[in-house]
């Protein structure tokens, strides 16, 4: 292995052999004129190139040592700094630091409670995690029998589990529960778009991601709460029935390793998903998708959601208008890149 290469090995000079016969003939006495001028005998010459043959493996080995002392030393570092740099992406999620991971300001400390972090919301009424995500009963709708739109709300309703609740997608994980749900017919555009750099041809923003290192769960529950129905539909050429959905998925988080910023942060997810039959088939196609989450910031927009901490930094486009109720599902999805105020969640 690289690293024993910085440890002592028989080619260190600190290991080299220097016996007694080695130092004995190595040792050297001003000689006199006479014997400068006088010819060692054949005996005296051996031992003197014995000693000079010693002496040049000595020196070899510790040329040796030194090249491979170096070389461990800086593939060492090579491999240390690659591995900085991996775990740095892994971090980043390939862009730079969420402006929300590090504490600037303290504000007024939430009052929510761990063992119960929906108490006092709207939340603490709705369902906990998929039960919440209940479908109608199934009747025969845009030429579709009762059993394809039944088909079809199971398959909407296994599209928002995998949105909404798949926690390793939640953490920043590759959204494979998602990408397993929206079928064969989208699948591809889903997973080939999911970085596309055209944000608005982004489908990050399909699935309920925050951004790397901003967020963890508290607890086991996330509460949920919406409709969905089926009505006639088509999309272009394709007629069948559109099931549409809004529903509501409720949070408890907190920063990683701060859980003095627990909050709940609340995602509402609206949209419609075409079913139509094509030799005897039914297939689909998303006909509208969008979500709206609070409080997260919005002066970044890169399709993972960046929640906002009583102790986040400030934005640099603060909400303004009347107070946006996170709850208030009578009222229009909110549309465009405008950043509301939030009444709170």
């Not at 919301?121 to 009762?146: E, H, K, M």
């Not at 394709?238 to 809004?246: E, K, P, Y």
Request: charged share 25%.
């Amino acid at each position: 292995m690289i690293i024993e290469w910085n440890t002592a090995m028989p080619g260190d000079p600190d290991h080299l052999l220097f016996d007694e016969d080695f130092v004995k003939n190595a040792a050297f006495t001003e000689p006199s004129a006479r014997e400068r001028g006088k010819r060692p005998g054949w005996r005296k010459r051996r031992r003197l190139a014995r000693a000079e043959r010693r002496r040049r493996r000595a020196m070899t080995r510790q040329r040796r040592g030194s090249r491979l002392k170096t070389t461990g030393t800086v593939l060492a570092v090579l491999v240390a700094l690659a591995a900085v740099g991996a775990l740095g992406w892994k971090v980043r999620g390939g862009r730079g630091l969420s402006p929300e991971t590090t504490p600037v300001r303290r504000g007024a400390v939430p009052t929510l409670r761990a063992a119960d972090p929906f108490e006092g919301s709207p939340a603490a009424a709705y369902a906990d995690g998929a039960a919440g995500i209940t479908p109608p009963a199934a009747t025969a709708t845009g030429g579709l029998s009762a059993r394809d739109v039944e088909a079809a709300y199971a398959r909407t309703r296994k599209r928002l589990v995998a949105a909404g609740l798949d926690r390793p997608t939640l953490l920043g994980g590759s959204p494979d529960a998602f990408a397993r749900a929206v079928g064969p017919d989208e699948r591809s555009y889903f997973v080939t778009n999911l970085n596309n750099p055209d944000l608005d041809k982004r489908t990050r923003s399909w699935v309920v991601t925050f951004a790397p290192n901003t967020a963890a769960l508290s607890g086991p529950v996330i509460k949920v709460h919406g409709t969905m129905s089926a009505h006639p539909s088509a999309v272009n050429h394709l007629r069948g029935a559109g099931v549409r959905f809004d529903y509501l998925f409720v949070y408890p988080i907190e920063r990683p390793g701060s859980p003095a910023t627990l909050e709940r942060l609340v995602v509402r997810l609206s949209g419609e998903v075409l079913f139509y039959s094509s030799g005897g088939t039914l297939h689909s196609h998303t006909s509208r998708w969008e979500f709206f989450s609070d409080p997260a910031r919005c002066d970044v927009r890169d399709g993972f959601i960046h929640p906002a901490y009583h102790d986040s930094a400030p934005e640099r486009s603060p909400g303004t208008g009347p107070a946006h109720d996170p709850y208030d599902q009578s009222q229009p999805m909110p549309g465009g890149e405008k950043c509301l105020r939030s009444s709170g969640t």
